[in-house]
Each structure stands twice: as structure tokens, then as C-alpha cells.
């Protein structure tokens, strides 16, 4: 069984940053693409970054140059790095895992952590 294990999240400030890890069991990490997904109060879950085994990134265009995705093990973890950062992103962050890798164009299968809160306020 796979399991994902999301840490990092809290209360930032306005213009603070926050390092997210997701942990994850097993070996399906090293064939499989990894992504991060946040919720919103009232709102759908999105995709906001998301990282193949080869390091190959995409983000969604609200947190381009502000969120880093990486690993320094895909097998193992992986980390979403977030610079300043603004009241929209409060939400609860999700970590997810698709064997299909369905999961790099948004698609909301696979293997899900979760969740952790992150909340941006003053």
C-alpha cells in the first residue's frame, strides 16, 4: 500500500514563505509523476504544481515564480517551496500520486495524502 504523508503547513504571514514535504511510502515515487494540489473554503481543488521522476516542473500560472516544486529523492520526498506569499493561497494543501501520470494535466486520481493547512493572514 502507498501512503502519502503531507508536513509544513501553518500560519505565514503576507510576503512569508513556507516549505511543504510530502512524505511517501514505497518505491512508486521513482516511476510516477508527483503533484501538488491546494483546496480553498467554497472551492474546488486545484492543481498547482507538479514534478516528473526526470524533473520536468509545471505551475499553475497563479503561483509561477513564486512556488518551487522538487525532491531530493522522488522516491522518497517531495517539497513545495512557497515565496511570498498572499492571503488566495489559504488552503488546505494536498499531495498526490497517479500511476497513470494523468495527475500532470490535472487529472485528480491516484494515491492522495491528507492534506495540510496553510493560512496566510496578517
Known amino acids: 500500500q502507498v501512503q502519502l504523508v503531507e508536513s509544513g503547513g501553518g500560519l505565514v504571514q503576507p510576503g512569508g514563505s513556507l516549505r511543504l514535504s510530502c512524505a511517501a511510502s514505497g518505491r512508486i515515487f521513482a516511476f510516477n509523476a508527483m503533484a501538488w494540489y491546494r483546496q480553498a473554503p467554497g472551492k474546488q481543488r486545484e492543481l498547482v504544481a507538479a514534478?516528473?521522476?526526470?524533473?520536468?516542473?509545471k505551475y499553475a500560472d497563479s503561483v509561477k515564480g513564486r512556488f518551487t516544486i522538487s525532491s531530493d529523492n522522488f522516491e522518497n520526498t517531495v517539497y513545495l517551496q512557497m515565496n511570498s506569499l498572499k492571503p488566495e493561497d489559504t488552503a488546505v494543501y494536498y499531495c498526490n500520486a497517479d500511476p497513470s501520470g494523468a495527475n500532470w494535466y490535472g487529472v485528480q486520481g491516484g494515491y492522495w495524502g491528507q492534506g495540510t493547512q496553510v493560512t496566510v493572514s496578517s
Open positions: 514534478i516528473t521522476s526526470g524533473g520536468t516542473t
